[in-house]
């Protein structure tokens, strides 16, 4: 058992334990590290690192080095040109050849998947849904036998990890899937550069690189490192046969060309200084299938041309400053993924009803709201632009004011999510839409309810005024497996279930942030219902919601985050025969008890949750939590 709390040594354990693996195979007896060659300590930890727990790299690499000299020089050498060592030094030969016999194991769908993966850096944390819809854009998957060509390409995705050629790099305890994210491991990923190389797949634009048949790739990943201007930049690189464009780092306007005519996939994600305005001719890119913006906090608008993207079928602007999706959007008839708002990571951001509270009152006054923003909208766009920072000129000033600033405070808008035209409903292909602000009319509702391919749904701005329509809509999706609500201030989600007769049978995910007052009774049919998640929920009847929701057969996620039950301290009691699946358990509400009958969660691996003062009282029936693997005390 583990809490996350406690801090560790600045060389952990479990580093130590891995450095004897390969120091007794270099020197041929165990060492003191510390006293003997402290300078091997830190390259020897990048060459384990790059092994990954391999036990073939380790005992080669390992026998490799008892040869060399014992000096940090030698072995960062090593580290640095492992690709050169593996491809050039007998010695190593080994390993490359077990790990390409590892690939060329591979059937074709999968080599194009693994082959994919050089386009992202060393160590990068790859998201399972960015890499799925991505390979689907280009063309990797197709629908089969009532599978989409995203489900076949997600299954694309587990065959690789079963595989080992790539590895889960975080086991997220907020997805159902259990696994949101991916590595390569560090030798097998030269494998996929060589490979790449030999068949002009991938190129990385970086510091330091050279012009050569490799210009001719499908796939150009830009590093952040990478100073190169306009005529550099076009001399390397052959626009006409780009498939996809990646860039990490640092935004520069000539890296969307209208020459990039065969463009599938533009994944900006995360990119700096990226401005709306650096998007105006996208529109060019007729055959682009997959767009990202995400986390491009200095986007506060889509250009109207958005909508001759015909063949559009993911857009992704999650963690801008947009508000608003322009009208064209409804012309996107392929698109089949569309996420807005904030990023899930933020998504426990402080409401507008908690924001006002430290704000002075003149700012709460709507009009007076709109005259200074105004104010201070004019006084920005006549200031010197050095003084507006980050490279910010007076147009972007205008567009965050115009576009952000104001109709957040002013209107007091849900950033949360955004607000689309009407016409919706004909974005038949639609499976995943979200966040949505229905709380400036019905007529969304209405296009909703004609999504019936949808599977993933959220919404915010829910009242009692559209509760009820939007029952109504929901109930009709059948095919949906992930819904998330979200409704700020008084009365909250009160009274906007009390509709539903018979919730979507098949959904997996349920996510409620309101003031809920009682859990909704149909909460008790979702029979294949994964994960719960509740937020300023206030549920006054504590005994009983715990009960109904340890009854749920499937439930392996739960989080009941701030505000879930009404009162101060509150005490709960998980009763033997609950909870049957559940895995992780989240409490943010400021426990006074929480006790553990025999019989109850018997699966349980994570415990997280908060006590207002810690006794001998206050945490009942651990011992009985046979798998409980982590306790994190907050």
Avoid at 538 to 553: F, M, R
């Amino acid at each position: 058992m583990e809490h996350r709390d406690c801090p560790g040594p600045s060389t952990s354990t479990h580093s130590r334990s891995r450095i004897n693996l390969l120091f007794p195979l270099v020197f041929g007896r165990t060492i003191n590290l510390d006293e003997q060659y402290p300078t091997l300590i830190e390259q020897a930890n990048l060459i384990l690192k790059k092994c990954n727990g391999l036990p073939l790299a380790i005992v080669t690499i390992g026998g490799f080095l008892a040869n060399q000299p014992k000096i940090a020089f030698q072995w960062r050498k090593l580290n640095e040109h492992i690709s050169a060592e593996l491809a050039m030094n007998p010695e190593l030969g080994t390993i490359k050849t077990v790990l390409m016999r590892s690939y060329d194991g591979l059937p074709y769908h999968l080599k194009s998947c693994f082959l994919y993966m050089p386009i992202f850096p060393e160590d990068y944390r790859v998201g399972r849904g960015r890499l799925v819809r991505r390979w689907t854009a280009e063309g990797y998957s197709r629908e089969v036998r009532g599978k989409s060509a995203v489900q076949i390409a997600d299954s694309y995705f587990m065959e690789l990890m079963s595989r080992s050629m790539i590895l889960p790099s975080e086991k997220s305890i907020h997805s159902t899937k259990g696994i949101d994210s991916c590595q390569v491991h560090d030798l097998i990923r030269e494998i996929g550069i060589s490979k790449s190389m030999e068949e002009n797949l991938v190129f990385t634009l970086e510091e330091g690189c050279i012009s050569n048949s490799q210009a001719t790739v499908r796939h150009l990943a830009i590093n952040g490192n990478w100073k190169g201007d306009k005529s550099e930049f076009e001399s390397i690189v052959d626009m006409l046969r780009l498939r996809s464009l990646t860039v990490f780092g640092q935004w520069k306007s000539f890296f969307i060309s209208d020459k990039m005519s065969m463009l599938r996939v533009l994944d900006l994600e995360d990119t700096k200084d990226l401005r709306h305005h650096h998007l105006k001719h996208i529109w060019k890119l007729l055959h682009l299938r997959y767009l990202s913006l995400r986390a491009c906090p200095t986007i506060f608008d889509l250009p109207d041309s958005l909508g001759n993207l015909r063949q559009l079928e993911t857009l992704d602007v999650r963690g801008t400053g947009i508000l608003k999706l322009p009208k064209s959007i409804i012309k996107l008839q392929k698109l089949n993924h569309l996420r807005a708002g904030i990023i899930p990571a933020y998504e426990d951001f402080v409401s507008w009803e908690q924001a006002v509270g430290h704000i002075p009152k003149v700012m709460k006054c709507r009009p007076c709201t709109l005259l200074l923003g105004t104010m201070l909208c004019c006084l920005a766009c006549f200031a010197p632009e050095s003084f507006l920072g980050d490279g910010m000129s007076h147009r972007d000033v205008c567009a965050m004011f115009c576009c952000c600033i104001l109709p957040i405070l002013a209107t007091r808008l849900d950033a949360h999510g955004v607000l689309v035209p009407s016409g919706m409903t004909k974005l038949k292909a639609l499976h995943t839409l979200g966040v949505v602000n229905i709380g400036r009319g019905k007529v969304i509702l209405q296009d909703i309810k004609g999504l019936t391919r949808l599977r993933k749904l959220g919404v915010t701005g829910v009242n009692k005024e559209n509760g009820q329509e939007l029952c109504s809509a929901i109930v009709g999706l059948r095919h949906l497996e992930s819904l998330s609500i979200r409704s700020e201030g008084e009365p909250g989600l009160s009274g906007c279930f009390d509709g539903m007769s018979s919730p979507p049978e098949n959904l997996q995910s349920l996510k409620l942030y309101g003031n809920l007052v009682k859990l909704p009774e149909w909460i008790q049919e979702l029979k294949h219902l994964v994960k719960l998640k509740l937020r300023n929920s206030t549920i006054s009847e504590h005994d009983a919601a715990i009960q109904v929701i340890g009854n749920l057969p499937n439930l392996t996620f739960l989080h009941l985050l701030e505000k879930s039950f009404k009162g101060e301290e509150v005490c709960l009691s998980l009763l033997p025969g609950t909870f049957v699946r559940l895995m992780v358990l989240e409490l943010r509400p400021t426990l006074k008890c929480l006790k553990f009958e025999q019989g109850a969660a018997c699966k349980l691996e994570l415990l997280k949750f908060r006590f207002a003062d810690i006794n001998n009282e206050s945490l009942l029936g651990l011992p009985s939590l046979a798998s409980l693997k982590e306790v994190v005390l907050q």
